[in-house]
């Protein structure tokens, strides 16, 4: 079988180094495929007086976070994966602590569903 080379597979890269070229390409594509936020594992959550918090796990860490029912944005996330992610500047619900968004696991895409907004205890 007769190689194609890189002039013909991609004429603009430089002839001299097609490995170099072929792993950036590797990596661009692999970082692209990453997901936004860091990857929590929820294993449980409470109410309780118009409270309602989750007890989660991140990076093998135990990690609580709770929402109040008057923000509209708290739900009681089941137990499961999901992507958090600090909420921006501008539209945090709460003061005194660090805000986070959960997304479904399916976060990969820009589309996946909010799961709620948080108050991370410990961040």
């Not at 170099?20 to 409470?46: D, E, F, H, N």
């Amino acid at each position: 079988m007769r190689s194609l080379g890189t002039a013909v597979i991609a004429p603009w890269l430089p002839r001299s180094k097609p490995t170099v070229w072929a792993t950036v390409v590797i990596l661009a594509t692999v970082m692209l495929g990453q997901t936004v936020g860091k990857r929590i594992k929820v294993l449980s959550g409470s109410e309780r007086n118009n409270v309602i918090s989750l007890r989660a796990e991140r990076d093998g860490k135990p990690i609580d976070m709770l929402c109040y029912k008057s923000v509209p944005e708290c739900t009681n996330a089941q137990p499961g994966d999901y992507v958090m992610e600090e909420a921006p500047e501008g539209t945090q619900a709460y003061n005194d602590c660090l805000n986070v968004y959960l997304y479904s696991e399916e976060a990969k895409k820009r589309s996946a569903k909010k799961i709620g907004v948080y108050c991370l205890l410990q961040p």
